[in-house]
């Protein structure tokens, strides 16, 4: 009966449809595998976060995402 | 003060304004009559979740959608 | 499929075992009513939050209702 | 280590993205400094909710804003 | 840069310390292989729910074990 | 109106009282300063999770905490 919420970076690092089914399958198996937990009462929820709207180090991902590039470029 | 998160599926499935509103409306007062919470201080978040993201038996609601009327036709 | 997740203060303010069945119960028969959805797949979790953890106009609740006792106390 | 996650009405009223970026520094630095947090390792998750979504009083918030206005005008 | 959040009940049926240490290191894993996340910034959290405070199909998960353990016994 | 959500390692590495009031007055000021926010209507909510509950790196914070303090005795 587990509930499983997966939040993501969105946008142009979003997950395609084929990679949250992917997701979605091999969660739900792990949790039958490891917990005994039955599939018909698993849910996986994934979130796609807007990048501006998810910090690390105090930053934006966008603004570190432009930072790690800028760097490559040094 | 309590605050209520309800996640259902959006798109095609997507509640009307009407619908949410109803939703926050009744789920307030069944915690106001219920528990004797105050409603101005309940929170009623509602969420719709893309049915490619939101899996249950290991398959993504899009393709139990698919499932479900390949089957009503048969 | 509805995923509601419901967060009340606990401690001394908790819900009893007969209120969360009542609770469980009647928001699942409101998605029902309202968007038509599965009770077999409607999942309701309750979460009760030590009124410490729990802060509402930048005070917690044990503050809170402390001030609130004194006050009918005077 | 920690997760933050603040939910606010989005729409017209959404934060700006300097807005967002000036939340997700000045937390992060608020649990550097009182809890002594590793800013490396602190999330910070931004929601914009919809305001027919959220409710508060058992109205959702646009029919509130709606209200506010309206007896403004009288 | 993935934010996990698993929900299972506890009390009798809670995972032991190392089906945890399992779950936290698969999860992570997936998310590397499937969507390439570095794992230094994956981050797992487990909540082990009363089960009490969560239903299913408009019940608690104690009635639902006491109503399969009954119906077993007959 | 805002909601914010806090999650941080409980147990040994638990904020305490004092701690909690202080994350929950400054969260509050912060987004009346940032966004204008009502204080009469905003929500903090701290969870303190246990660290076997925890992961980043595919590591539970236990697990995280031994080694780190292992490879300071040698």
Redesign the interface.
């Known amino acids: 009966?587990?509930?499983?919420?997966?939040?993501?970076?969105g946008g142009s690092e979003a997950?395609t449809?084929e990679?949250?089914?992917?997701?979605?399958?091999?969660?739900?198996?792990?949790?039958a595998r490891?917990?005994n937990?039955n599939?018909?009462?698993?849910?996986?929820?994934?979130?796609?976060?807007d990048m501006?709207?998810?910090?690390?180090?105090?930053?934006?991902?966008?603004?570190r995402r432009q930072k790690a590039k800028a760097q490559q470029l040094t």
Chains 1, 2, 3, 4, 5, 6 share one sequence.
Request: proline share 6%; glycine share 6%; no cysteine.
């Open positions: 009966m587990p509930y499983v919420n997966i939040k993501v970076t997950p449809v990679q949250k089914q992917e997701l979605i399958r091999e969660v739900t198996q792990l949790l490891v917990l937990k599939p018909a009462t698993t849910f996986v929820i994934i979130e796609e976060v501006d709207n998810w910090g690390v180090g105090g930053e934006s991902t966008t603004v």
